[in-house]
Nanobody, 122 residues
Framework: QVQLVESGGGLVQPGGSLRLSCAGSGFASRDYSIAWFRQVSGKEREGVSCINTRDGTTYYMDSVKGRFTISRDNAKNTVYLLMNSLKPGDTAVYYC???????????????WGQGTQVTVSS
């Protein structure tokens, strides 16, 4: 069974940075994509970023391009999301997910972490 655990969320001022971690175990060979999603209460969950754990190919949603960086450490079975220049609009619960297809759409992902809260406020 795939297990994913997010960490690194917290409260940060606008313009600050956080690094989220997603530690995984039990991956199948088909689970080559790891994604970060975020959700605000009352809003749809949106795909923030994803990475192909085999070749490192990355995707970012437009609003985070140039500010967020996704990376992986396959030896540690961990994917990171470095978030720089944070804005209040980045406030959300952030989830990591593992799936078969390198896309940032929810339907492609089978396994999810519990989420970690990111709050950007002065």
């Amino acid at each position: 069974q795939v297990q994913l655990v997010e960490s690194g969320g917290g409260l940060v001022q606008p313009g600050g940075s956080l690094r989220l971690s997603c530690a995984g175990s039990g991956f199948a060979s088909r689970d080559y994509s790891i994604a970060w999603f975020r959700q605000v209460s009352g809003k749809e969950r949106e795909g923030v970023s994803c990475i192909n754990t085999r070749d490192g190919t990355t995707y970012y949603m437009d609003s985070v391009k140039g500010r967020f960086t996704i990376s992986r450490d396959n030896a540690k079975n961990t994917v990171y999301l470095l978030m720089n220049s944070l804005k209040p609009g980045d406030t959300a619960v952030y989830y990591c997910a593992a799936g078969r297809i390198w896309v940032a759409t929810m339907s492609a992902y089978n396994d999810w972490g519990q989420g970690t809260q990111v709050t950007v406020s002065s």
